[in-house]
DNA sequence: GCCGTTTTCGGCCCGACTGTTTTCAGTCG
């Protein structure tokens, strides 16, 4: 073992006082451990070669500690630190590691909002659960959020949505240097990857030696750390964010695009189709053109994964994907009856104005009283509202449903009662997340079974990159919503895109259809849409099987219908 | 838990800073 230092010593001294307060342990104790610490980590002479005799005789350092002191020397940990890790998650530990927030705040966020890990504090930064805690505020949750935001990136990964404008600006800025005849997106970015490691980008230009100098300087690259290997410049950004930009030449860039855009199982099954090395002589004026020589129609980048795209596109039954601007409307949506930034007036006004047709309104049940959710007297008030809204913006149109909580034993929110006044009904897991897989998915059927489920919300709960979802049997869960006629969500916000897309697959062949939602908090978060549609597209999600890709005339006999068997079944 | 004596228990490291407060709590180095 490696020698350890009066700061080593210090610091286990430091992090058990850290665990002592957020559990609460006695203030002096844990000060004497502060205060050992701070005066350990002045001292000069080292620790580990004093005799333990004299270790009493440091100012600070009594009887207890000059024991702790030769623990530590000995098997580098102490037996309090080990006990406290161990009935403390690891993810609470990393919070309190978290610039700006210390064991008392920390303590506050996992016991009264059940924060558990960074990502989930990530999380409810974004839903702007912390201002209203008590010695939280706005300035303390935007540090907290670009903390952790550090943190996550530092690990390698972003969201999609985190790097796709960055990816977009860089495009348009090379574009316009003048320097390129021609430039694009490739690899996991054009593909629409929920996670990315990086930004690709391919580069057209004749006379490689012109650029090589000036694209360093460009205004778009300031603060970037410059590396290049032969014709890829690697840049890295302050944040972290790494941009692939890869030299082609106007000749090869076709084919440069498609050799960078499909991963490498797509590519090796095309490669099996080529025949005597006719992608390496042929010049190519498009992608499509190099598809059509493999004898293939064009297979979409979204589709490019290595799956059976390839076998599908011979034998000429690829899907026609979903598309953005298919979407007529906009389900499971938050306003400021439960936790929600904008009432539902300026929700549903600014649907309408984006051109949906219709909204559902779906703020959370009684049992989410962290968000604020509808008692039975406040669902009432707000069915009043819709009613007024509904007249006043017709033909615009507003949908009653809820987000209903799914409690443990898999029962909705409500009595039947009322879960029969709402036009629709979106039920998730909010609570208990850490069942076995078992009990979770018996969870989940027990809500799918419920005549008045209309859609099945998020349904594994997992935030990429902060947090699992809790394993469920997807094609249990899967079966039953066709059974029942469930509409499954793919909820958009690029944390979730829940229901994975390599799931949607199985969906279709079930014929269950998929809602894109976005969880709207915000006005804003309208737009997640688009990058659950960017995943959807990659499961090959159709117009015909995107539920709300249907008209509001549609949507409304569904509803009914659904209505109608709830009715039966009781 | 440690210290320092007013020798047996009461008070404890510190100064700056920030953000949430309305007189202070929490964090950092």
């Known amino acids: 073992m490696e020698e ?38 002045r001292l000069e002479s080292p620790l580990i070669k004093m005799p333990s005799s004299e270790l009493e005789l440091i100012k600070g350092i009594g009887k207890s500690i000059s024991q702790k002191i030769t623990q530590i020397l000995s098997t580098g940990t102490l037996d309090e630190l080990e006990t406290f890790l161990k009935e403390t998650p ?33 999380y409810a930064c974004n839903e702007n659960r912390l201002v209203e805690l008590k010695g939280f505020g706005t300035k303390t949750q935007d540090q907290i959020k670009k903390a952790i935001e550090y943190k996550l990136s530092s690990k390698g990964y972003f969201h999609y949505a985190a790097l796709e404008p960055l990816g977009e600006e860089i495009v348009t800025a090379l574009n316009q240097s003048g320097l390129f005849s021609n430039v694009t997106l490739t690899g996991a970015i054009r593909r629409k ?37 032969d014709s890829m410049f690697v840049l890295t950004g302050p944040e972290g964010v790494v941009v692939n930009i890869l030299l082609s030449t106007p000749q090869n860039f076709f084919k440069d695009q498609f050799y ?92 309408r104005d984006l051109g949906y047709e219709y909204l ?3 703020d ?43 409690l443990h034993n898999g029962n909705l929110d409500y009595p039947d009662a009322v879960l029969n006044q709402f036009d629709f ?16 998915t018996e969870r989940l059927l027990t809500a799918i079974a419920n005549p008045f489920t209309t859609i099945l919300g998020h349904p594994t709960g997992r935030l990429l990159l902060a947090r699992e979802g809790y394993p469920i049997n997807h094609k249990a869960v899967i079966d039953a919503c066709a059974e029942h006629g469930v509409v499954i969500e793919l909820n958009a916000h690029p944390y979730r895109l829940d229901l994975d897309w390599r799931w949607i697959r199985y969906a279709l062949q079930k014929n269950v259809m998929i809602s894109v939602n976005p969880d709207a908090h915000h006005i804003s978060g309208y737009h997640d849409m688009y990058f659950g549609v960017c995943v959807a597209r990659k499961g090959h999600l159709t117009k015909k099987m995107t539920f709300n890709a249907l008209s509001a005339t549609e949507v409304e006999e569904w ?12």
């Open 193 to 229: 990857c929920e996670l990315l490691q990086q930004i690709e980008i391919i580069a057209a230009v004749q006379n490689r030696n012109e650029v090589m100098n000036e694209l360093p300087g460009l205004k778009i690259f300031g603060g970037y750390e410059v590396k290049q290997i």
């Open 425 to 440: 009904i979106v039920a998730s897991v909010h609570s208990g997340l850490k069942m076995t897989e078992e009990k979770a």
């Open 4 to 41: 350890l230092s009066n700061r080593d010593i210090a610091d286990v001294f430091t992090e058990t006082a850290k665990l002592m307060e957020l559990h609460n342990a006695n203030e002096f104790k844990l000060k004497s451990l502060q205060n050992a610490a701070f005066v350990i980590s």
């Open 260 to 351: 960078q855009t499909g991963n490498t199982a797509h590519i090796e099954l095309l490669r099996k189709l080529e025949t005597s090395g006719s992608l390496e002589t042929t010049q190519f004026e498009s992608e499509a053109q190099i598809y059509s020589v493999l004898g293939l129609p064009f297979i979409e980048p979204e589709l490019r994964e290595g799956l059976d795209e390839v076998d599908l596109a011979l034998a000429n039954k690829l899907p026609e994907l979903i598309r953005f601007e298919d979407l007529k409307g906009s389900l499971h949506n938050h306003s400021t009856y439960s936790d929600g930034m904008h009432s539902l007036k300026e929700m549903a006004v600014a649907c």
């Open 559 to 570: 509803f009914l219908k659904r209505k109608q068997v709830s009715h039966i079944v009781k």
């Open 90 to 122: 690891t993810g609470v530990v990393e919070m309190m590691r978290i610039k700006g927030i210390g064991p008392k705040k920390v303590s506050v966020l996992w016991k009264q909002l059940g924060v558990e890990t960074p990502g989930e504090l990530l």
């Open 360 to 362: 559902g309104i779906c």
């Open 364 to 406: 959370h049940s009684k049992s989410a009283f962290y968000a604020n959710g509808l008692s039975e007297e406040r669902i009432i008030q707000q069915h009043l509202e819709i009613e007024k809204l509904n007249t006043e913006l017709a033909p615009f149109r507003i949908f009653k449903g809820i987000e209903s909580d799914i």
